[in-house]
């Protein structure tokens, strides 16, 4: 269960990287603009938030990956917990994009199934 664990957790950490790089550095990319449906007006008058929303899922990421290598190499106890931090914090944040905007429920899910079945099988290899 353990590596199941941490293969979804690496998914979700890769992921997020992914999304800071998108919303941090290239927001008003083309490729990007499509990925989030915006027009070049709207990411010029959002690349502040999404520049510093990028940064939080940098951090998630951080925290998760982490958390990965203190359950491989360290502290299994101290890993589980960083993460729970992180990855735990993906999967509620996936949660709140669901409830509060369900016509993105299929970027809510990719953002929350990995660190969920991460999170999920790391809890049970404890257990």
Not at 27 to 41: D, L, N, P, Q, V
Not at 42 to 69: C, D, I, P, S
Request: proline share 3%.
């Amino acid at each position: 269960m353990t590596a199941i664990g941490l293969l979804f957790t690496g998914v979700a950490v890769l992921l997020h990287a992914y999304i800071f790089v998108m919303e941090s550095l290239r927001w008003t990319a083309a490729s990007t603009r499509k990925t989030f449906g915006m027009s070049a007006a709207e990411a010029e008058a959002t690349q502040e938030m999404a520049f510093n929303q990028g940064f939080y899922n940098l951090f998630l990421a951080v925290v998760a990956a982490l958390g990965m290598g203190f359950t491989a190499f360290g502290d299994k106890g101290i890993g589980l917990a960083l993460v729970l931090a992180g990855a735990g914090s993906m999967v509620a944040a996936g949660v709140v994009l669901l409830v509060s905007s369900p016509n993105k429920a299929r970027p809510a899910l990719i953002q929350l199934v990995p660190p969920l079945i991460g999170c999920t099988a790391l809890v049970f290899a404890r257990l």
